[in-house]
């Protein structure tokens, strides 16, 4: 099969969707890269403590981990009612609000008020990302599968633009500036985002006469049962990004040059997109399991590698390269990932599905940068590549457990949700 025979099916997604659609979408989840390093900034600047601007972050991030379930739930429930646009509307309101009290009071708020409102900014972050892949499932799920390879690869392209973003702004302006962008795209992307048809259920649809609404807590806790490995393979993968992003920032530091430690997570990036949308020409045939077996076993590669540029030469190029080879595995682990959680809910249960899996990278992230960073502290970077190397034993523990309950699960009946 020819190059662009692989990822012909990307122009079917194209002409279901339309380029507004998929800018838009694209857009609106940009400030979700973007917050959470202009918060530590903006909160460090402002209070001159790395330690409290710290606890903000953390702050946002258990905010979202927290929130994007709840808003998820709640627009799969107001599935006869406007779905995804009330939530993402009143979201965005709250997030916008939160953001402007941090930006202008990060230096005159008292700590807790501060810390609040840093938790309700990322309790009230649109989850565009998640959102966007239920909106898949719901009205073109025989696209789902390059669905999700194009969402993730979106996604992977977001985390290198946002910060880098974030950056700029806080060089030519001031940390609070950034904030100030962050507000500025949530004010303008996430309506956007939320105003478009696809928002809404179509009419007659399964999640229509299914009633989100009447989802109750039997069902939630079957999704939930169901759910369980792919929300551990995703907290896998939040391990990595954070311990990644930590011990490569360390490494940097340790190099003289902590500013190359963003160069280094982009390398990561790069090469996680490209593969990511490659995941379209793999056949059916292998199974999702396999899939996410076959990227652990890559990533472990990888790391391995990292830790082997750390130990034996001071080289920052070197371990880019490095870094590139574990961010192959990045792509398709996220795309296997969220296509697993697809398989496993029903679309009347999609929004909860995907923010749930959003939740465990989110806890994973802050778990990871907290041990690495420890690690790298006390002992260096090369001993902070040892989180990575248990986020990848994760995965590979949930493509196994996985791969067990395949048989088991297809006996099973899937959970309907009752008729109108």
Not at 63 to 89: F, H, I, K, S
Not at 173 to 179: H, K, N, Q, V
Not at 220 to 225: C, D, K, V
Not at 393 to 406: F, W
Request: net charge positive; glycine share 12%.
């Amino acid at each position: 099969m020819s190059l662009t025979a692989s990822f012909a099916p990307y122009a079917e997604l194209h002409r279901a969707a339309g380029t507004p659609y998929l800018v838009t979408a694209f857009s609106a989840r940009l400030p979700i890269t973007l917050v959470p390093v202009s918060v530590l900034a903006a909160v460090t600047s402002g209070t001159g403590s790395v330690a409290v601007g710290g606890l903000a972050a953390a702050a946002t991030s258990v905010g979202e981990a927290v929130g994007g379930p709840t808003l998820g739930a709640l627009a799969d429930r107001l599935a006869r009612r406007g779905g995804q646009r009330p939530v993402l509307l009143a979201a965005a309101a709250v997030n916008v609000a939160a953001l402007l009290v941090v930006a202008t009071g990060a230096g005159l708020l008292p700590v807790p008020l501060l810390l609040l409102a840093t938790f309700a900014a990322g309790f009230a972050m649109p989850p565009i990302g998640s959102f966007s892949r239920a909106r898949w499932m719901r009205r073109t799920p025989a696209l789902v599968p390059t669905a999700m390879a194009g969402e993730s690869a979106a996604d992977e392209v977001a985390y290198v633009l946002g910060p880098a973003l974030a950056g700029v702004v806080a060089l030519v302006g001031s940390p609070a500036t950034s904030l100030l962008v962050a507000a500025a795209l949530v004010a303008v992307a996430v309506p956007a985002f939320a105003l478009h048809p696809s928002a809404t259920t179509p009419t007659g649809s399964a999640a229509a006469d299914g009633g989100g609404a009447r989802t109750g807590s039997r069902a939630s806790g079957e999704l939930f049962r169901r759910l369980a490995v792919v929300i551990a393979a995703a907290v896998g993968m939040g391990l990595f990004f954070g311990g990644g992003q930590t011990t490569l920032t360390a490494a940097a530091q340790e190099a003289g040059s902590i500013g190359a430690g963003g160069l280094l997570v982009a390398a990561m990036g790069v090469g996680s997109a490209f593969t990511a949308l490659a995941m379209v020409a793999v056949p059916e045939r292998v199974s999702l399991s396999a899939r996410l077996a076959t990227a652990a076993g890559v990533l472990l590669v990888g790391i391995a590698t990292m830790a082997v540029s750390l130990a034996l030469t001071p080289s920052l190029l070197a371990l880019a390269a490095a870094t590139a080879l574990a961010g192959l595995a990045v792509g398709p682990a996220m795309v296997t990932i969220t296509s697993m959680a697809a398989e496993r809910s029903t679309a009347a249960s999609g929004a909860t599905a995907m923010t749930l899996v959003g939740s465990g990278i989110v806890v994973g992230v802050g778990s990871g940068a907290a041990a690495a960073g420890w690690l790298a502290e006390h002992h260096g970077a090369l001993h902070a590549t040892g989180v990575l190397a248990f986020a990848a034993a994760v995965l590979l523990a949930a493509a196994v457990a996985a791969g067990r309950g395949r048989a088991r699960r297809s006996a099973e009946p899937v959970v309907q949700e009752p008729a109108a």
